[in-house]
């Protein structure tokens, strides 16, 4: 493979905002125009020299089909600059990134706006089918009497909503939603309530120091409402959380005998994370400071009830690949879905059994050392904007390992469906 | 058949039996009805209303206007009022012509039509209008103290109604496009691609021409005539002084008498000679001069850079991005950016309605805490703290980050540019924008040359001040430049006649009565008492103001003006000021007092050359601070006085009030208040 390398020049993101059970004032399209307009800002080139952008979305508003267009345009890139919307579900954002990856690796383009937005607290509520039917019907008629009948066709059920956000968090095929997965993988690999809770409080205190440092900043752009309200942080960060009041929420999912909680889960929230992604070409002929070079993505299946154990065969995929070691990485953002999943793949790394009869190797591979596992935290404290959250881990993978001496990174996602995805990155230390 | 018409601004085509006139004023943006152009008009009337044609459609070839009104550069040139109401009857003759043609008549209105171009579009049988933004409708008159006068307040009752006509006439604003259909003041409107099909399905179907309903002409009823006449008389009493601004009492006198189309032209000729008319006429045309002044070069900004998101800052930057420019407004404080956020937010909604719209204006404003914009911008406008060090660090700061072709510019309103100038590398980017407060509001920008400022830096701060739809005056850096210069002596003094003992309503009523359109007290609240205090400390010395105690009594106490709820007048939750009823008035002369300041203070600001000529002074004050429009600006007053009196009235107060009042030296040379011939017509 001669593939031509491909820089990330620069991203950032809107701090991830909590859904409060209403829609927040930002649209998705509201969100990546937020986070990359300041990229464009201060970028060297003009945003019509862009070669495409690539966003990922999993549950756009009704009025922002191709939501990436939308966003070229808002931002001022011109009518020339085209775009399209990936949808891979929770890796949708990973997925852009793979997409611009690759157009850039092929020669084929030198500028991409790539990420990830979602605003889970505009996913609409729809008619049901049924509803949709009775109207056409009602529509349709021609005369009085047809009119008429048409009409007393109507029953209550008709009435009933269709929430597009519950929907997409729930399989479609074994009909478990996302936390009945994590209750099932919890279960295989025997973690234990408290080891949940343990795990999402270490994500709330790593995410508090990390802002306490003063290590956030220079990845978040402040989000402005109309109403002169400023969010600068991720909203769903407790620091006041301990092991006691974790203890205290009831199961959400097998709601009697289960272990995931809403405080152990990630949380449901609206954000956008948009890179600028770039060729070498492009780098030299702009003069442009790299943030670090994304080497290569793999993508992997599994069990549809079992989907958070997908990042395992991803990274095992990805190490195999470029015949690497747990131990070469530096760095792994592991998206925390849920934290009974984060600890299931380390386990099943871990796992002899696990290595033999399903990755198919003699050896197990090991679990990631977990002092270079999401070290500042994680979706159970940031939240999990489904679209969003690819582009955020490798965005925030890039900065870490700036910070940390440079190195080698994995960014990977557990994916509803049953699939998993995992990048390679590279960065040079800060110091470098 | 090919007509042989000596017509240079018009373009007559012709097609199945209707004629397409098309009018493209030669050398002109835009099209006005020159008396040139109207007797084309009417000659080629007169050719075509006795052929058996089909229909004439009526266009314009501008860009952007389809005829924005008589020609007002010719109402200068017109002595008396004969004249006036002859120019009027005229016009007058030739729409009647176009009324009375045998066969149906389209007005195709895309852009502004307005004044006498909206009465031509009356006078045709049908109005079809483009469907946009852009277009826009009016009878704008009032605004230069007159009235319609080619049958415009004739014609339009009967065709929207009373209410609505009188609304459109006495009020001077324009509706868009769709307004106007709502109105039933155009027939229909149409895409731009659908124009010409849509005039020739009118000629073709020829309808009964529009008119109003029964029910929105019964204020025309000769019962309710009266009553709704006192009405409206208390409504406009509330918006203009009638002794100041006569014309719409006049154009609402001629509704109350139902008044003929030579009522009209007569009403029209007086009020055309008269001083109101005459000194907004020279306002609006000197506005017009800057505009042309600023368009020399075109203007080469795709990206404003703002620093500072204090109230100035923030209102330069959003008023920027509704013009349509991608603009960053940097504060290191959050707060400032969300408020400025917000005030964003709320004044598009107003102004633009539409979601998209507003949208659409929101993200070309980006708030920006690291600065991330100067990387982009091709003018950098800083408006942060009035501190000469702190700019200067900025100003450093910045130019080491921006483009080398970066327009580098300050919004200081006290600070000399050749302190600031120091501070860069190369000083001739650095060019002075001094904006007026509110930005939505005021429509001047003083264009500050420092002794370093290059012409192109000059050229291209005014190309961008026209290009947001403000008037770029040039000015000389100075202390207060011209306008808060000339307004600060008079604030102050109405601090001393406070100080006297005057009742702060009886000073603001004086200057109200005068025609200023606030009075200095709340004006000063208004601006805020400790930026007066700073601007007028600052002037204190090269200008040898004394400031007043009372002033930095009230900084000191906190009482900072409407912002703090208390300053000279105490406020209401709702920001109104409470004022005490104005009681007995006193023998102090407090308006002669207040305006001589202002005027001595203008004299000394052409003699010392801080703007050019008096029109200059003018407009800057008429434009900057509102001074009595009517009067034409503080030099045209001091020239309708007379030079040689307001020096000795000033030499009187002088004599009984103190030394301020010493007539500068400027009132002795006439030289100095000579105006440009150009201008005088």
């Not at chain 2, 205090?533 to 003006?561: C, F, K, N, Y």
């Amino acid at each position: 493979m001669s593939d031509a390398k491909v820089y990330v020049i620069d991203g950032l993101r809107t701090p991830f905002l909590k859904t409060r059970g209403q829609a927040n004032e930002f649209s998705a399209a509201d969100l990546a125009v937020a986070a990359a307009r300041p990229v464009l800002a201060r970028a060297p080139f003009a945003p019509e020299q862009i070669d495409e952008i690539i966003v990922g979305c999993v549950i756009p508003a009704p009025d922002e089909a191709n939501v990436a267009r939308i966003i070229g345009l808002r931002l001022g890139c011109g009518k020339t600059v085209p775009a399209f919307t990936v949808q891979r579900n929770c890796a949708s954002g990973l997925q852009a990134l793979a997409c611009a990856r690759e157009r850039i690796a092929q020669g084929r383009a030198h500028l991409v706006l790539a990420g990830g937005t979602e605003a889970m607290s505009r996913a609409p509520i729809q008619w049901n089918t049924a509803m949709a039917g009775w109207l056409a019907g009602v529509l349709r008629a021609r005369n009085p009497v047809a009119r008429a009948r048409a009409i007393g066709g109507f029953r209550l059920s008709h009435l009933a909503p269709v929430y597009t956000l519950l929907l997409g968090l729930t399989d479609p095929l074994v009909k478990l939603n996302m936390g009945q997965t994590a209750e099932i993988v919890a279960h295989r690999f025997g973690i234990t309530r408290t080891e949940q809770d343990a795990y999402a409080l270490g994500s709330h205190q790593r995410l508090a120091a990390a802002y306490g440092a003063g290590q956030m900043h220079d990845e978040i752009v402040p989000l402005f409402d109309s109403r002169g309200r400023v969010y600068e942080e991720d909203n769903g960060l407790r620091r006041d959380t301990d092991m006691d009041k974790l203890a205290k929420l009831r199961p959400v999912f097998d709601r009697k005998y289960g272990s995931v909680t809403s405080g152990n889960s990630s949380q449901v929230t609206d954000g956008a994370a948009m890179l600028m992604l770039a060729s070498e070409t492009a780098v030299q002929r702009y003069g442009l400071t790299v943030l670090g070079e994304l080497l290569g993505e793999e993508w992997a299946g599994v069990d549809p009830s079992q989907m958070g154990l997908g990042p395992v065969h991803a990274v095992a995929r990805l190490l195999a690949r470029f015949a690497l070691s747990m131990d070469d990485i530096r760095k792994m953002e592991l998206n925390e879905a849920f934290a009974a999943q984060v600890l299931a793949c380390q386990a099943a790394w871990a796992s002899p059994e696990y290595a033999h009869d399903e990755l198919g190797l003699g050896t197990p591979i090991g679990p990631v050392d977990p002092a270079r596992l999401n070290t500042e935290g994680g979706a159970v404290a940031i939240g999990h904007p489904v679209g969003a959250s690819g582009a955020r881990i490798v965005l925030h993978l890039l900065r870490s390992l700036r910070r940390h001496g440079g190195g080698l990174g994995i960014a990977t996602l557990c994916i509803g469906g049953g699939q998993g995805g995992a990048m390679l990155v590279r960065a040079k230390g800060e110091s470098a | 058949m090919n007509m042989d018409i000596d017509a240079a601004n018009w373009r007559i085509e012709e097609a199945d039996e209707t004629i397409v006139l098309t009018l493209d004023v030669v050398g002109q943006r835009a099209n006005a009805l020159s008396s040139v152009v109207l007797e084309e008009f009417d000659r080629i009337l007169g050719q075509i209303e006795v052929r058996p044609l089909h229909g004439l459609v009526i266009r314009s070839a501008k860009v952007n206007s389809f005829i924005v009104g008589a020609d007002v550069n010719e109402f200068q040139k017109i002595s008396d009022s004969v004249q006036a109401t002859a120019l009027a009857r005229a016009g007058q003759t030739v729409f009647n012509r176009l009324a009375g043609l045998p066969f149906p008549s389209v007005a195709l209105i895309h852009g502004n039509c307005l004044g006498g171009g909206l009465e031509l579009a009356l006078a045709c049988t049908y109005r079809v209008a483009r469907e946009d933004d852009a277009t826009r409708l009016g009878l704008p008159e009032v605004r230069l103290g007159i009235h319609p006068g080619f049958a415009g307040s004739v014609r339009l009752p009967p065709l929207i109604g009373d209410l609505a006509a009188l609304d459109l006439i006495l009020t001077g604003r324009a509706v868009s496009s769709r307004q106007a259909l709502a109105l039933g003041l155009v027939d229909e409107i149409v895409p731009d691609r659908h124009l010409m099909h849509a005039a020739h399905a009118f000629i073709a179907r020829h309808p009964r021409p529009r008119r109003a309903a029964w029910w929105k002409r019964t204020p025309s009823w000769s019962m309710v005539r009266k009553p709704v006449t006192r009405l409206l008389q208390r409504q406009l009493r509330k918006k203009a002084n009638p002794d100041h601004y006569p014309a719409p009492y006049r154009a609402l006198d001629l509704w109350r008498r139902n008044a003929s189309q030579d009522e009209e032209a007569l009403s029209l000729g007086e009020l055309m000679v008269g001083r109101t008319s005459r000194n907004l006429v020279s306002m609006f045309l000197l506005g017009e001069e800057l505009k042309r002044h600023g368009r020399r070069h075109p203007h080469d900004v795709a990206h404003l850079h703002v620093i500072g998101a204090g109230t100035m800052g923030a209102d330069i930057a959003i008023w920027a991005a509704f013009k349509g420019f991608r603009v960053s407004l940097q504060d290191p404080q959050m707060e400032a950016l969300a408020r400025a956020v917000k005030k964003a937010h709320g004044f598009y909604k107003k102004k633009l309605k539409k979601p998209v719209a507003i949208q659409d204006a929101m993200d070309r404003l980006m708030p920006d805490t690291n600065g991330d914009g100067l990387h982009r911008a091709d003018l950098v406008i800083e408006a942060i703290v009035e501190k000469a060090d702190a700019k200067c660090e900025l100003l450093r700061s910045v130019e080491s980050m921006v483009r080398p072709d970066t327009l580098l510019a300050t919004n200081t309103s006290s600070i000399p540019l050749e302190i600031l100038g120091e501070a860069l590398r190369d000083p001739s980017r650095l060019v002075g924008l001094h904006f007026f407060n509110p930005v939505a509001q005021m429509q001047l920008v003083e264009i500050v040359r420092g002794k370093q400022t290059s012409e192109s830096s000059l050229e291209r701060a005014r190309a961008f001040t026209v290009a947001i739809e403000r008037l770029p005056l040039d000015v000389r850096s100075s202390p207060g430049f011209l306008v808060n210069r000339v307004l600060m002596p008079y604030l102050i003094e109405a601090m001393t006649l406070a100080q006297e003992g005057i009742a702060i309503e009886e000073i603001d009523q004086a200057a109200m009565h005068f025609g200023m359109p606030m009075g200095p007290v709340l004006l000063a609240d208004t601006v805020g008492l400790d930026i007066c205090l700073s601007v007028a400390e600052m002037l204190s010395g090269p200008l040898g103001i004394a400031v007043p105690e009372r002033l930095r009594e009230a900084v000191a106490r906190g009482d900072l003006g409407k912002k703090s709820g208390r300053g000279f007048y105490s406020y209401d939750k709702s920001g109104k000021p409470r004022r005490r009823a104005a009681h007995g008035h006193s023998d102090v002369p407090v308006t002669e007092r207040l305006i001589l300041r202002m005027l001595n203070e203008a004299a000394a600001c052409l003699r010392e050359g801080v703007v050019s000529d008096p029109d200059a002074v003018d407009v800057g004050m008429v434009y900057g601070t509102g001074f009595a429009p009517y009067l034409g600006g503080p030099m045209r007053y001091a020239e309708a006085l007379g030079e040689v009196g307001i020096a000795s009235s000033l030499q009187r107060l002088a004599q009984e009030y103190g030394s301020r009042f010493a007539p500068d030296e400027a009132w002795g040379r006439t030289d100095l208040f000579a105006r440009r011939a150009a201008l005088r017509g």
